[in-house]
């Protein structure tokens, strides 16, 4: 069974770019979760993809923004980059909506 | 504002001891909760769900829930060095979203 991944590991981008995320799903898992999580927080959720569609929005401007594709991987997207969007964003696959959720390794943001 | 409060860290507990991590959350609504392990530098690792009232043991891990006290909480026994690290908890409700607390940094001293 394969895990969650997430691609790429690390990751600097300037001030005012535009950034693509990617994570592909555990086996089976048709939910996908996504959260930033910055030094000494925990995770803060931005939105969750079920069956391709957006299932719920955390507290995160319209910049930030996601797919799922029929595989039920997905994408995050983040224009116009900020300094304050320097972080770990992590992917999270669940089997339904309701059921646990397995991280990914992350990706690290840094925002030059 | 629903949150997840965590009693602050860190937590040093010598080995062999029992680790004691405790958390309240003030979403009345939220149904299941979570305990995560995040080592330093890699991304949270799930290691205890409880959704019902009461005890839930796995291993040395033991879950705790008690919903009218909106309280959670997570006993490690014999503590070993490896269980150093960050513990997360979280609750999750009708949004299904998991809402995380900022995490106890429990250090086992050999």
């Known amino acids: 069974e394969t895990g969650v991944t997430q691609s790429p590991t690390h990751l600097i981008k300037t001030r005012g770019q535009q950034v693509t995320l990617r994570c592909s799903s555990q086996?089976?898992?048709?939910?996908v979760s996504w959260y930033q999580q910055a030094l000494g927080q925990g995770p803060q959720f931005i939105f969750q993809?079920?069956?391709?569609?957006?299932?719920g929005r955390g507290n995160f401007p319209p910049r930030f923004s996601g797919l799922q594709f029929p595989n039920y991987s997905s994408e995050l997207n983040v224009n116009a980059l900020e300094l304050d969007d320097s972080a770990l964003y992590l992917c999270?696959?669940?089997?339904?909506?309701?059921?646990?959720?397995?991280f990914g390794p992350g990706t690290r943001l840094t925002v030059t | 504002q629903k949150e997840v409060e965590q009693n602050s860290g860190p937590l040093s507990v010598p080995e062999g001891a029992i680790a004691s991590l405790n958390c309240t959350y003030s979403d009345r609504g939220s149904q299941s909760f979570f305990w995560y392990r995040q080592y330093s530098g890699k991304s949270p690792e799930l290691i205890m769900s409880?959704?019902?009232?009461g005890d839930k043991e796995d291993g040395r891990f033991t879950a705790q829930l008690n919903k009218a006290s909106q309280y959670v909480s997570l006993l490690i026994r014999d503590s070993q060095p490896s269980d150093s690290a960050t513990y997360l908890c979280a609750g999750s409700g009708s949004a299904r979203q998991l809402t995380f607390g900022s995490g106890t940094q429990l250090t086992v001293l050999p």
């Open positions: 999270a696959s669940s089997w339904d909506r309701n059921y646990e959720q397995y």
């Open positions: 409880i959704y019902s009232n």
């Open positions: 993809y079920y069956r391709e569609e957006e299932n």
């Open positions: 086996s089976g898992h048709n939910t």
